[in-house]
């Protein structure tokens, strides 16, 4: 992590600290759950302005299912983790296939039940990861990130 402010204006806003919440390890717990409770409706408020795009990339998802294709949903972490979740879930829920439906988690398989740190950023590993899917044209994939 960069020490200086200007190093830090560098990095993703995803990969910045937050100020609202750069002490809450020392405040008192009704305090702290007030503080993540306004970051949650933060989120909320972004979700909703963002719904026009997400509405995009429903319909994209379901023009491709319908011609055959798949979704592959790839991700990192948590994001990876809830992809494979989501990937296993939809399938029984909505009476669809689970070729049609699959997820790349950076790390592989021991990365669900495990941290593996730096993988994020293994650009060979992803490429082999999504080749050994073999991707086409009437897939489409979903890159997942979660902060």
Request: aromatic share 2%; glycine share 8%; no cysteine.
């Amino acid at each position: 992590m960069p020490r200086t402010k200007d190093a830090r204006r560098l990095l993703p806003a995803t990969e910045r600290p937050n100020p609202r919440t750069a002490r809450i390890d020392r405040l008192p717990t009704e305090q702290l759950l007030r503080v993540i409770n306004q970051q949650d409706r933060y989120v909320a408020a972004v979700v909703a302005a963002t719904l026009p795009k997400i509405a995009e990339a429903v319909d994209a998802i379901v023009a491709a299912l319908r011609r055959g294709g798949r979704l592959i949903y790839v991700g990192a972490g948590t994001s990876g983790r809830l992809g494979v979740v989501d990937a296993a879930e939809i399938p029984p829920t909505f009476q669809v296939s689970r070729e049609r439906v699959q997820a790349v988690i950076a790390g592989g398989r021991r990365a669900m039940f495990r941290a593996v740190e730096g993988v994020e950023d293994a650009i060979a590993a992803g490429r082999r990861d999504l080749a050994a899917k073999r991707v086409g044209q009437r897939d489409v994939v979903v890159a997942l990130t979660a902060s």
